[in-house]
């Protein structure tokens, strides 16, 4: 706050723009002044240009500032893989194509340099947290810090051996030695997440429930994705998954349940009842044919949604953005009802709604004094969104990523223009690019043959 009336108190950066979304309130002509990496005030704009002098100013004067928004769930590094397995079921696509894939491909660099990739894509559509499961985690860790974007990474546990781990036991110790190497970082956050329930055991969901109350972090994995895996689970278990994972106990504020497509109503219940997260991934459900999620009973019963984008090679884009107006216009065509999710929703799924999953909510997902400045501007002048009567509204509906014109991660301007900055990386991401895809089309055509 500033120290006199008179004298001007020193900022880092005020960014002054022409609307910000604010907890559900549309502020106008409002700056938000920047301080050590946080928030330190949200005033109109003749106020801030009175009380405070900045280090930096930045003008948007056709512009709307939203909170930087959450991917709940993805695999980062598999941006390398977007496009070879287009068009199948999950489970031909995955045991066909991508498990083939991994066994051959796998390394740290291909996880560094995938997940670098990535968070470029991510950080240029207004993306500045993202939620990972994956193999490799110190080698997603290093992407993301290298390209200063703030992550939550998934200490994987699979039952069965990869190039990364042998076997559960083994995931999770590596998993949990990265995450020790990583703690102090700012920007780099971990979670447990076993797979899914039918490539995990009732032991490792044991050992993983007991270290989730331990470290006090979140457990995040697939569920109830489509009607063929509760098949194979009813089949292999006796029961459907969520009963199981209910009977162990890991249902609770800690879980963050990914696709969520096939749920019956008691299953939405018993969500609701143990306050459980989901992260809804539209576009993914429906390119793998997995399904329709009922996110309007969800949201109705009150359960905790944010969205997803899964990972480039089943999506194929890692755009939250779209996914809100995919995620919106879902939940009123499959209901019948208009009014289900609106923009202001969509938009609390995309941010607080995926913080408060991760259990940051007192750290970042809204635009708020005291929190992390993780802001993004969204250009509302140009001729596709003119003219602009309801800016939330053009967000959702209307708006593409290539109109994210500045992105901020604590404080940090890392989207100047359109243009990421550190300019060197995107030749380098390019060229990586580049060599990885040689090498994977040299693998399919072996495979092919």
């Known amino acids: 706050m500033p120290s006199s009336a008179n004298t001007p108190a020193a900022a880092d950066l005020i960014i002054h723009a022409r609307w910000v979304a604010q907890a559900r309130v549309l502020l106008e002509q409002h700056a938000v002044v920047v301080t050590n990496g946080r928030i330190a005030d949200i005033l109109p704009s003749h106020q801030a240009r009175a009380r405070y002098a900045a280090a930096e100013t930045s003008e948007l004067d056709e512009h709307l500032l939203i909170p930087g928004l959450v991917n709940l769930h993805t695999h980062a590094a598999m941006s390398l893989l977007r496009g070879v397995a287009d068009d199948m079921p999950l489970m031909q ?19 560094e340099e995938g997940t670098e990739l990535a968070c470029a894509e991510m950080l240029k559509g207004g993306v500045t947290c993202f939620n990972d499961m994956y193999f490799f985690p110190d080698a997603a860790a290093q992407a993301a810090a290298s390209i200063g974007m703030r992550a939550v990474l998934g200490i994987t546990v699979l039952e069965h051996p990869s190039a990364y781990a042998s076997d559960a036991a083994d995931y999770l110790d590596k998993g949990l030695s990265a995450r020790e190497v990583w703690r102090d970082h700012p920007l780099i956050r971990f979670c447990l997440a076993p797979h899914a329930p039918y490539s995990v055991s009732d032991a490792s969901f044991e050992r993983v429930q007991t270290l989730a109350a331990q470290l006090e972090l979140p457990i995040h994995l697939h569920i109830h994705e489509t009607a063929d895996e509760i098949r194979r689970h009813l089949e292999a278990y006796g029961c459907r998954p969520l009963h199981r994972l209910d009977r162990l106990g890991l249902l609770g504020p800690q879980l963050i349940g990914v696709h969520a497509v096939h749920l019956l109503a008691d299953e939405i219940a018993a969500l609701a009842r143990n306050n459980c997260n989901i992260a809804h991934c539209p576009a993914s459900n429906l390119k793998l044919g997995s399904g329709f999620a009922p996110m309007a009973e969800l949201l109705e019963q009150g359960v905790n949604v944010g969205l997803g984008t899964d990972g480039a ?57 005291g929190k992390r400045a993780d802001l993004v ?73």
């Open 313 to 369: 090679a089943s999506n194929n884009r890692l755009d939250i953005l779209a996914e809100m107006r995919l995620a919106s216009l879902l939940a009123k065509g499959g209901s019948g009802d208009a009014r289900r999710v609106t923009a202001w929703q969509a938009l609390d799924m995309a941010t607080l709604n995926g913080a408060r999953a991760l259990g940051m909510e007192e750290e970042i997902g809204s635009i708020a004094i």
């Open 377 to 449: 501007a969204v250009r509302m002048d140009t001729l596709a969104l003119s003219p602009c009567f309801d800016p939330v509204s053009h967000l959702v509906y209307a708006v593409g990523r290539e109109d994210v014109s500045h992105v901020w991660v604590d404080g940090r301007c890392r989207v100047l223009d359109r243009m990421l900055l550190h300019g060197e990386k995107t030749s380098l991401l390019k060229s990586c690019a580049r060599l990885w895809q040689n090498r994977i089309s040299a693998y399919l055509k072996l495979d092919t043959n």
């Open 93 to 111: 696509w995955l045991e066909t194509r991508v498990w083939p894939l991994e066994a051959a491909l796998l390394s740290p660099r291909f996880i």
